[in-house]
């Protein structure tokens, strides 16, 4: 009866409507993530090709920095999986 009071929702009812918000924090957690690699691969993809154009010799360390925004999408994605799993 307790339940059944919360305006007018049945259990199965609030079962999918908890289920759809794990999904759409799910979504948000990778698509957040996404978004704000994507915004600081911009800013030092950009630099990275005017510092390899300049001096040839930091290619490496370059190479290292445009990776490292990339770690965030996966932690992203690694709470995404924990909050659907």
Known sequence: MAVE???G???????????GMKALSAALAVGLTGIAAALA?????????GATAENKDVFGLVLILTVIPE???IFGLVVALLLLF
């Open 5 to 7: 009071s919360l305006a």
């Open 9 to 19: 929702m049945t259990p199965e009812m609030i079962e999918a409507s908890q289920a």
């Open 41 to 49: 691969e911009y800013g030092i993809g950009s630099a990275a090709v």
């Open 71 to 73: 770690t965030i999408v």
